[in-house]
C-alpha cells in the first residue's frame, strides 16, 4: 500500500514538471529549437576542450598567451553563449524591461589589463620576453681598457 502511495506522489510531482514546462517560455523555447540546443552543446564541448587544454600543462601564463586551439575554443564558447543568449532574450516579452547594461568594453578593457598584470607577475619568462619585444634583447657588455694604468708615485 505505500508503495503504491509514493507512486501515485511521484506521478503527481511528474505532472507537475509537466505543467510547469508548459507554462515556461524558456523552457519551450529549449525544447522547441534545435539551433538552442545545438548552441548549448558546442557552447559546453567548447569550455570543456579549452579547460582540459588549461588544466594539462604546467605553465598557465604561456598557455593563455600563446596557445592558439585555447583562443579558438574559448571564442567558439563565447559565441555559442552569445546566441543562447540572445536566443532566450528573444523567447518571451518580459513584463518589466531590463535595463541595458552600460561598461561592456570597459569591463573588458580592465579585465583585460588586470589579466595581463598577473600573467606578467607571476611569469618570468613572459616578463623577459615582453621587455626584450619592447627594447630589444639584452646585449652583453665586456669592458676592456685601451689606456695603460700610470705608476704610483714613490714616497
Do not use: W
Request: glycine fraction near 6%; proline fraction near 5%; charge should be positive.
Amino acid at each position: 500500500m505505500a508503495k503504491k502511495k509514493k507512486a501515485v506522489a511521484a506521478g503527481a510531482t511528474a505532472a507537475e514538471a509537466v505543467s510547469a514546462v508548459k507554462s515556461n517560455p524558456y523552457l519551450q523555447r529549449v525544447v522547441e529549437d534545435d539551433d538552442l540546443r545545438d548552441n548549448v552543446r558546442v557552447a559546453y564541448e567548447s569550455a570543456q576542450s579549452a579547460f582540459q587544454r588549461l588544466s594539462s600543462g604546467k605553465d598557465l601564463p604561456k598557455k593563455l598567451v600563446d596557445d592558439k586551439k585555447l583562443h579558438r575554443d574559448l571564442q567558439s564558447a563565447a559565441d555559442a553563449l552569445r546566441d543562447v543568449g540572445s536566443a532566450l532574450m528573444d523567447a518571451p516579452k518580459s513584463p518589466k524591461p531590463r535595463k541595458k547594461r552600460k561598461g561592456g568594453l570597459l569591463r573588458k578593457l580592465m579585465l583585460l589589463t588586470i589579466g595581463t598584470g598577473i600573467a606578467l607577475g607571476v611569469s618570468s619568462d613572459l616578463r623577459n620576453k615582453v621587455l626584450d619585444a619592447l627594447f630589444g634583447k639584452e646585449e652583453e657588455f665586456d669592458y676592456t681598457s685601451t689606456t695603460t694604468p700610470t705608476a704610483a708615485p714613490a714616497a
